[in-house]
C-alpha cells in the first residue's frame, strides 16, 4: 500500500519531472518477470538528482518509524535498491547489507553481500515492484538466513493483484512512496499523458488483473 497520498502524488510527480516514467504504446519494454508493458518506470534516475534522492530517502525514513518496523538492519535488493538502502541505513545508522535474488556462481557464491545475524529485524528496500517475484526471492533468503522481515519499502509499485498476494502470503508488509494509480493521475493532470494514453494504460493494467 502507499505510505500517504500526498506523498504518492508529490513523487509521482517527482519521477515525471526527471522523465523517469517511460511511455511506448508500439515498442513495448519487457519487465524482468517477461511481461511486455507499454509502461516503464526507471527509478534509478533519482539517484542523479540530490533533492529527489534527498525527498526519497527522507520518506522511507518516516514511513519505516511510522510503521514501528524498528529494525537492526536495513537491506537493498540488487540492484536497484542497493544504493537506496545504503541511504537509508545512514540516515538511521544502522548497519547495511544487499541481497541478490539468486546465489552468485563464482567467488563466494554469497547471495547475501554484507552481515546479517540470526534473527535480526531487518527492513527490506527495493526500488520498483512489478509482480514482486524478484524481491520476494530476495525476502525468502533473508529469512533462511534467519532474519525477521518486518517489512519492505519500495519507491513505487504498479499495484499488480499477482503481487499484492504474494506480499500477503510472504507476510511481508510492503509500503510505496508512489504507484501505478497516483502516477496516472497525476501524470494526466500536468499533461505528461493524454486520453489516449489513459486508455492505454489502463487496458494494459486491466489485461493483468
Request: charged share 20%.
Amino acid at each position: 500500500m502507499i505510505y500517504n497520498k500526498d506523498i504518492a502524488q508529490k513523487t509521482a510527480e517527482l519521477l515525471l519531472k526527471i522523465n523517469a516514467v517511460k511511455l511506448s504504446p508500439t515498442h513495448l519494454f519487457t519487465w524482468a518477470s517477461g511481461i511486455k508493458s507499454p509502461v516503464y518506470c526507471d527509478n534509478r534516475i533519482t539517484l542523479s538528482y540530490p533533492e529527489i534522492r534527498t525527498y526519497i530517502r527522507q520518506n522511507f525514513v518516516k514511513a519505516i518509524e511510522e510503521h514501528g518496523f524498528q529494525p537492526e538492519v536495513i537491506v537493498g535488493v540488487a540492484t536497484g535498491g542497493i544504493a537506496q538502502g545504503a541511504l537509508v541505513a545512514q540516515e538511521l545508522g544502522l548497519p547495511f547489507a544487499y541481497v541478490r535474488t539468486s546465489k552468485k556462481d563464482h567467488g563466494l557464491t554469497n547471495q547475501i553481500e554484507g552481515r546479517v545475524n540470526d534473527n535480526q529485524r531487518v527492513v527490506v528496500v527495493e526500488d520498483l515492484i512489478s509482480t514482486g517475484g524478484s524481491s520476494l526471492a530476495a525476502v525468502q533468503a533473508l529469512k533462511e538466513a534467519g532474519c525477521q522481515i518486518k517489512g519492505m519499502v519500495a519507491i513505487f509499485t504498479y499495484n499488480l493483484p499477482k503481487s499484492e498476494k504474494s506480499f500477503t502470503d510472504a507476510e511481508c508488509p510492503l509500503l510505496t512512496l508512489s504507484d501505478y494509480e497516483n502516477l496516472i493521475e497525476k501524470a494526466l493532470e500536468i499533461g505528461y499523458i493524454n486520453e489516449t494514453d489513459i486508455r492505454i494504460l489502463t487496458d494494459f493494467k486491466a489485461s493483468l488483473m
